[in-house]
């Protein structure tokens, strides 16, 4: 099996395993307890709030929440506002926070979205015509999760924090965070969300860092832990191992990022001989991601044809009649066939240049075989 | 003293009317009963004209009557306690399970007529101690009443006392019918279709084309789930899954598009007919509405039904959608039926499908194909599921 959709999730490493497991049977406090093995526990997630804080290099605090989504709506919904100000979202940001966004829109906030070039990212100047003193909020992804843009959050956070001081800017970071580095002084950012599945540790734990003096209010409330912003007993084993799977994966960082990059070129140099084959993925992008789009074969169809010969990919595009889906492609100017015809490719630390020949050869078989039949 | 109803009335509906096929009507109705139960414990028993549920855990009394609504042939159920025929007995209780204001009536059946008193001089008597024993908000009134007890003395020795006749689902026990095939796709019709024929006493079979990789495994589920949904009115129902992309392709290639969906369809029905006269079904259902897309006008399903000699059910032709929708929505399919996933229907679309198909051009398209062998490789190739009840 050749897993090519690790943005969607990976697989647990096998230290993630261990550390979970380990925290169910003998590590099973309830961190909010007061005795020693609760104080232990508590103290170990304290040390994976110092292991984030370090790898993104900002001031603040550490939250921990059941996953990405979760860190972008207490991002979104719970910071200090100014009543019917602009918010200022990507046309093309994951739902958790481009649903978000939406929903603050029914409650009366001035929601815009900024435009991207073709390849995802966040046109600067385009993006500067929507910044205006009434701007409170803007939450632009760092790395987007359809293309892999990385977006130049240092430059939009400046233009920003220009035009309105107090405005706060929030960046939905699950497709970077582990992946490529962070420098969150540098980059301005007031809150970053992130998530522990997409880089070899669980699902349901996630984190979101709010940077030093900027108020956010809980979106759920109860016993009161995460310093009262997340009630709900932590996920224990999950966070130990988002800690562990930081570590590892910052460790290595640079090899990494060779060999999938290694990988993506590979892929993309042997698919660039397909007709009419439009790539969404920039060569400056993340190199986790490959996307892009054929017109005689819909994505989905690639995606289940693929899925036979014992390759799993991901598709822009799941169905023509899922508008959310549609939203992307319209963010991307896909034009006919190509609005269905997307392809996400996504690498993890597992894969292999080998998986990468295998891929192309079933690709480009499984393509002519199907492109005789049109979209 | 509380009294808890500790047992279910059953009432059986059109099965009266079949005279000499009583029995055999019966007995599917108690099986179909039986089965709708599965998991469930208590005790069946039977009278004259009436089936009772005894003996089952109370907390299961709500599990139980939401079943038995979903069984054909039953007319309406009541949740009783059923005590010994023995007046004061029946009074105490009468009293115990009544509500303590308002006005009612008692209406007393007393089949057993060895009892010493009428029906009349009975009610009096319960109505009276009613009265008399629920602190005395209670009125009276033969005519204009909030509700209305009934107790039915039984010639077991046994009475029944119930306020609530719920309605079942009327219809036919599904099976006395015979055997038919539902070309089920995933929209909203074919499944109320299949509703609709099996509350006339048909065993449904289901039969459904895929099209890997044009359609996902999501859009297969969808339709097993939609089946799962069936199975508490229909009982099992074994669903026949078609390979069909090699044949969509054939299509393709070789005939007219605006003739893909004309002959796509012709494929299914000879497909669904080979597959039904295997399982001794005897007819095939579909969920055409006259009119609704291009392949359901009338010179389309004139060229479509002409390749099969099973009769065709069509229950929903002359249905509105907002109709099949309603009845969707009763049997809870509609939520399932409108997820986003592509049928085989839907792929390889024409744009301008059409709409007044001849039968000699579909004939004359269809001859460049090698019908039987494409016919017999799906047939082959088809895969046979059962969906069975919860």
Do not use: W
């Amino acid at each position: 099996m050749i897993f090519f959709d690790n943005a969607s999730t990976t697989k647990c490493t096998e230290s993630s395993v261990e550390i979970v497991k380990e925290y169910l049977t003998e590590k099973f406090y309830n961190p909010s307890a007061l005795y020693h093995e609760s104080i232990e526990v508590k103290k170990g997630l304290e040390s994976v709030r110092n292991v984030i804080l370090k790898r993104l290099r900002g001031d603040g605090k550490i939250i921990f929440t059941a996953g990405g989504t979760e860190s972008d709506n207490i991002a979104l919904l719970g910071c200090k506002k100014q009543k019917g100000g602009r918010i200022i979202v990507s046309a093309n940001e994951h739902a958790a926070v481009y649903a978000t966004a939406q929903e603050l829109k029914q409650r009366g906030y001035d929601v815009v979205f900024a435009p991207v070039d073709n390849y995802g990212k966040v046109i600067i100047s385009e993006f500067e015509k929507l910044v205006t003193p009434q701007v409170t909020l803007a939450s632009i992804i760092h790395v987007n999760n359809e293309t892999g843009a990385i977006n130049d959050i240092q430059s939009l956070s400046k233009i920003v924090k220009k035009v309105a001081p107090k405005a706060l800017f929030h960046s939905d970071g699950v497709q970077a965070f582990g992946k490529v580095e962070v420098n969150l002084r540098q980059m301005g950012v007031d809150m970053y969300s992130m998530s522990a599945h997409k880089i070899g540790a669980p699902k349901g734990c996630g984190a979101l860092f709010i940077a030093k003096g900027v108020s956010v209010n809980p979106i759920v409330f109860g016993g009161g832990q995460e310093g009262g912003l997340r009630s709900s007993t932590e996920n224990v084993g999950a966070i130990m191992a988002f800690g562990k799977a930081v570590e590892e994966r910052y460790t290595c960082l640079a090899e990494t990022q060779a060999k999938i990059s290694q990988i993506r070129a590979y892929i993309k140099q042997n698919l660039s001989s397909i007709e009419g084959i439009q790539f969404l993925s920039a060569d400056d992008s993340s190199p986790y991601i490959l996307s892009f789009s054929t017109p005689k074969v819909r994505g989905e169809v690639m995606q289940h044809a693929l899925e036979r010969r014992g390759i799993l990919v991901g598709t822009g595009s799941a169905c023509a009649s899922n508008k959310a889906t549609s939203r992307i492609a319209e963010a991307l100017s896909l034009k006919g066939k190509y609005i269905d015809g997307v392809t996400r490719l996504s690498f993890f630390i597992y894969n292999t240049l080998d998986e990468a020949e295998v891929f192309v050869k079933e690709y480009l078989a499984v393509y002519k075989e199907l492109s005789k039949y049109g979209a | 003293m509380e009294h808890n109803y500790n047992c279910i009335l059953i009432r059986f509906g059109e099965i009266f009317l079949k005279g000499n096929n009583r029995n055999y009507f019966e007995s599917l109705l108690i099986k179909n009963i039986k089965l709708a139960l599965t998991g469930l414990n208590y005790r069946f028993a039977r009278t004259q004209g009436r089936y009772f549920i005894e003996e089952f855990d109370p907390n299961d009394m709500d599990e139980i009557i939401s079943r038995l609504t979903k069984v054909f042939g039953i007319h309406s159920i009541s949740p009783t306690v059923k005590v010994k025929t023995d007046l004061d007995e029946i009074c105490k209780v009468a009293a115990a399970i009544s509500p303590k204001e308002g006005v009612f009536r008692v209406t007393v059946k007393r089949a057993d007529k060895r009892y010493p008193m009428t029906s009349m001089e009975l009610g009096a008597k319960i109505g009276g101690y009613m009265l008399y024993h629920t602190g005395g908000r209670l009125k009276v009134d033969l005519f204009d009443y909030d509700f209305e007890l009934f107790v039915d003395l039984r010639e077991s020795g046994y009475t029944y006392l119930f306020y609530d006749k719920i309605m079942g689902a009327q219809g036919l026990p599904t099976g006395c019918s015979g055997n038919a095939m539902l070309l089920l796709s995933g929209g909203i019709d074919s499944p109320v279709a299949g509703y609709v024929m099996a509350k006339r006493g048909l065993k449904i079979y289901a039969i459904h084309y895929h099209s890997f990789p044009y359609t996902s495994e999501l859009a297969l589920q969808k339709v097993k789930d939609l089946a799962k949904k069936l199975t508490p009115y229909c009982g099992d129902i074994k669903l026949a899954v078609v390979p069909f992309t090699e044949i969509q392709y054939a299509i393709h290639e070789h005939c007219p598009q605006e003739f893909m969906i004309t002959i796509m369809r012709r494929f299914m029905m000879r497909i669904a007919e080979r597959v039904a006269r295997k399982y001794e079904c005897g007819a095939l259902i579909t969920g055409e509405s006259l009119g609704q897309v291009a392949s359901q006008t009338m010179q389309s399903i004139n060229v479509t039904n002409s390749v099969v000699t099973l009769p065709v059910f069509r229950p929903l032709i002359g249905n509105d959608k907002a109709e099949i929708i309603e009845i969707a929505n009763k049997i809870d399919t509609f939520d399932i039926s409108i997820r986003p996933y592509e049928d085989c229907c839907t792929v390889f679309l024409p744009k301008n499908p059409v709409i007044k198909p001849k039968l000699s051009e579909a004939i004359e398209y269809e001859n460049r194909l090698d019908i039987d062998t494409l016919i017999d490789a799906a047939v082959e190739n088809t895969v046979m599921e059962t969906i069975t009840v919860e």
